[in-house]
């Protein structure tokens, strides 16, 4: 059975932290890590129908989108709405993650997985987040402590490419060295050249983990000096940042596109802006509230840009701007990727049950005709 921190480990690696937007608060946001799970509840947001749902099935752990914790919290007291319910969820011991801006932001997060749902090609970030500057490692070692080296080497944070941990390339040779006086060799002696068999492992990691990577290294290689490498790597376009921008398979009037996004997201009902009548090829995403992309989206050549919500003066913005905008609804455009989180988890995680909890849409629109 998983524990908290287990989860939040791997919710970590899906959804970097460091993708979050500067005045976010994500990650494991309320819980003790050493605790088990056996049910876990998703959600959007953390609501009182949503703790009194976790409460009845028994859940361990809430990962909801938006963080159950925001800004500071100077009082923990049942005066408040937020207070009641992080002190019910203290008193049942549920833990609470919050992955919000780094799972809209993500490789595979809630902007990517709108582009797919429509269907879209070269499809890239919107605003690009600043890669980190990427090493190549390169090791010698006995093949019999390859998988020692390898579990030090990837719990210091090197082997992860996008969405996939424990990332390694070995190939077999022959290493040769001549001990000097005062040596100490694992193999060979003194003086003698030593011809060994050695395996070749290459790694990658970030450059603000070179002293982790380079200590773990040192902390199990067999050798007194063992024999590594640090290669610098050029920059690579990272397909991680805000929002995303790319193609239709073919041009589509921003009526229809709007009715397709309908149907596709659940949305109760959706909100067009501009020249709604023309044709659309090249789309912009922005989920939830981001609706001041627009005129990013409109310098990038979109020729409509779908969103969660807008404000009045973005909106007035983008209309004398001429940029079609498709207003989904801050639930709907993200609600989904929760649902798809679920399942996520508990592919990952067999002996979890999951559930996905319909408790936490705050806002339920009503047609009065």
């Known amino acids: ?126 605003k690009p987040a600043n890669a980190p500057e990427k090493m190549k490692v390169v090791v010698f070692v006995p093949e019999a402590n390859l998988e020692e080296l390898g579990k030090a080497v990837f719990e210091s944070g090197a082997g992860v490419i996008g969405a996939y941990t424990g990332c390694s390339f070995h190939s077999s040779g022959v290493g040769s060295f001549v001990p000097g006086p005062g040596a100490k060799p694992t193999i060979g002696v003194s003086g003698e050249r030593e011809c060994t068999p050695e395996v070749r492992v290459e790694y990658l990691c970030d450059k603000k983990q070179f002293f982790s990577v380079m200590n773990a290294i040192r902390r199990v290689h067999p050798y007194e000096e063992p024999a590594f490498d640090f290669y610098p790597l050029a920059s690579q376009s990272s397909m991680e940042g805000d929002g995303r921008i790319g193609e239709l398979s073919g041009s589509l009037g921003v009526i229809e596109l709007a009715k397709d996004c309908q149907k596709i997201f659940g949305a109760s009902f959706v909100q067009l802006i501009g020249p709604v009548g023309k044709k659309a090829k090249k789309v912009a995403i922005g989920c939830g509230a981001a609706g001041s992309w627009a005129m990013d989206a409109r310098q990038m050549g979109a020729e409509v840009f779908i969103t969660g919500e807008m404000r009045y003066h973005e909106e007035l913005e983008a209309y004398q701007a001429g940029i079609p905008i498709i207003v989904l609804g801050h639930y709907a455009s993200e609600k989904f990727a929760m649902n798809g989180m679920a399942g996520r988890l508990a592919s990952s995680f067999p002996d979890l049950i999951v559930a996905t909890s319909e408790n936490d849409d705050l806002v339920r629109q009503v047609l009065v005709g």
């Open 1 to 126: 059975m998983p524990t908290v921190g287990d989860l939040a480990a791997k919710l970590d690696s899906w959804w970097p932290e460091r993708l979050a937007a500067s005045w976010d608060n994500v990650g494991l946001l309320l819980g003790d890590r050493s605790n088990q799970v056996e049910k876990l509840l998703t959600c959007l947001t953390v609501t009182k129908g949503v703790v009194d749902e976790a409460i009845r099935i028994g859940a361990q752990l809430i990962v909801s989108h938006h963080p159950v914790l925001f800004a500071p919290v100077k009082k923990l007291t049942g005066d408040s709405i937020q207070g009641r319910n992080l002190l019910r969820l203290l008193a049942g011991n549920i833990a609470v993650y919050s992955p919000h801006t780094s799972h809209d932001s993500a490789q595979d997060g809630v902007n990517e997985q709108i582009s797919r749902a429509l269907g879209m090609i070269n499809v890239r970030p919107l």
